[in-house]
């Protein structure tokens, strides 16, 4: 397995249901990142993590737990969520420290919230 | 205020022909661009950066221009190809220590038309 992979590629739950996004980076990389792209909107960056240490929350929900158990791993845990919730979810993975660097994506978790 | 634009949110071009992306951002400390390409289905793939201490940047077909007076950067791919026909984002980051944080545009869709 190569690259970023997510799981799962689709994803429809109610909103009282709880579920998690799966992340995995195959790239030896150090930081890692949670978007939300919702229609007609740009990527909106919600969490960063570096070296495992959550560096940025973009004034996301409480409804929405990330967790990086390591470097290699992202999860988003997602709870009591409601229908604008409803988006694509990517994760990337870039290496940091050595000035900028770009990012690299999964292929997204279609999320749809009932 | 979205500090991306990406004002057309879709161009069409004839096969062989330049295809021109534009992108403007409003914030005079970003110091480092990127464009990704984004088929159906699949994450942003990386294609090109360029840093505010250059002009121009070019990987073969792909050329990036970029004016800091204007605040402007585009895209140029010549000869342009059908397999070219995706959403193109570009993206923009101030540079700062750690994890680098990029803002992007909402997104073209180019049509490369055989």
């Known amino acids: 397995e190569t690259g970023v992979t997510q799981t799962p590629r689709h994803l429809v739950m109610g909103m009282t249901n709880k579920k998690s996004l799966k992340c995995e980076q195959h790239l030896g990389h150090n930081a890692m990142y949670w978007y939300k792209q919702s229609a007609k909107k740009p990527l909106e960056l919600m969490f960063v993590?570096?070296?495992?240490?959550?560096?940025e929350n973009n004034s996301v929900p409480s409804r929405f737990s990330p967790e990086c158990p390591n470097s290699s791993h992202l999860f988003l845990h997602l709870h009591t969520l409601q229908p604008e919730d409803s988006a694509l979810y990517l994760c990337a993975s870039s290496r940091e420290g050595q000035g900028p660097n770009e990012q690299y994506f999964g292929p997204g978790t279609r999320l749809t919230v009932t | 205020d979205q500090q991306v634009k990406q004002n057309s949110p879709s161009l069409s071009v004839q096969e062989g022909r330049i295809s021109i992306l534009n992108c403007d951002y409003t914030n005079s400390m970003f110091d480092y661009f990127l464009w990704y390409k984004k088929y159906p289905a699949e994450g942003p793939t990386f294609l090109i950066s360029i840093s505010s201490i250059k002009d121009k940047n070019e990987d073969g077909r792909f050329t990036v221009f970029l004016n800091k007076s204007a605040k402007h950067l585009s895209l140029h791919i010549v000869p342009s190809q059908p397999g070219d026909s995706a959403v193109y984002f570009c993206?923009?980051?101030?540079?700062?220590?750690?994890?680098?944080?990029?803002?992007f545009g909402t997104g073209t869709r180019l049509k490369v038309l055989a």
């Open positions: 993206a923009a980051s101030a540079g700062n220590s750690g994890t680098y944080k990029y803002i």
């Open positions: 993590y570096n070296f495992k240490e959550q560096t």
